[in-house]
């Protein structure tokens, strides 16, 4: 990354098991982050209601655990764009960083915006390999019709308007073409 490519925004992101920051062309474990970032950040993660409902749901009770859990979902990898301008949050839309396609909190905390989960992401991925739909449907081992109901659900999530805007949205938000037999 070029420095001061973040001049403007700081990147929060979550890498080899560690919070980590980039700011001004630094990266920074979230620990040495000037305390304004931390405080930044941690204020985000208090005043989000749908993830603290989520946690308690779950049972993940104690600020230290939910706040681990939530950056690694929530704020995820490194990427294109800064998570928080001018100190407002813009939460990307999907977890790239995630590659626990068994998880049982996707879509619920990353990619909650979109409600993207398992099934989504495999289905994008397959999609994004440029087959047939019957090819497609055999990496999924699902019908052909059962494919064609979920490309018309993704792409209501996802607001595309065909097939090749839903696969261009997949690859903005981080989902590469790839079999799901290689998961």
């Known amino acids: 990354m070029p420095a001061g490519l973040f001049g403007e925004g700081v990147e929060a992101f979550w890498h080899a ?4 920051i980039l700011m001004d062309g630094q990266r920074i474990r979230f620990n040495d ?4 970032v931390r405080n930044m950040i941690a204020n985000v993660f208090l005043h989000d209601e749908p993830s603290k409902a989520y ?6 009770t104690g600020f230290s655990s939910a706040f681990e859990m939530w950056y690694r979902c929530v704020i ?18 999907y ?3 995630c590659s626990d396609f068994d998880c049982p909190h996707r879509g619920k905390l990353c990619g909650r915006k979109t409600a993207i989960n398992n099934q989504d992401v495999q289905t994008l991925m397959a999609l994004s390999m440029g087959e047939t739909f019957r090819e497609t449907a055999s990496y999924l081992y699902i019908s052909e019709a059962g494919l064609k109901s979920r490309v018309t659900k993704l792409r209501q999530k996802i607001e595309a308007k065909n097939i090749a805007a839903l696969t261009a949205r997949a690859a903005e938000i981080g989902i ?3 079999s799901p037999r290689q998961n």
């Open 33 to 36: 982050a000037p305390l304004k």
């Open 95 to 97: 977890n790239t960083s």
């Open 176 to 178: 590469h073409p790839r």
């Open 55 to 60: 946690f308690r749901k779950i049972g993940v």
């Open 17 to 20: 098991g560690e919070k980590w």
């Open 76 to 93: 995820g990898a490194l990427d294109a764009t800064p998570d928080f301008i001018n100190d407002e949050f813009t939460p990307d839309t």
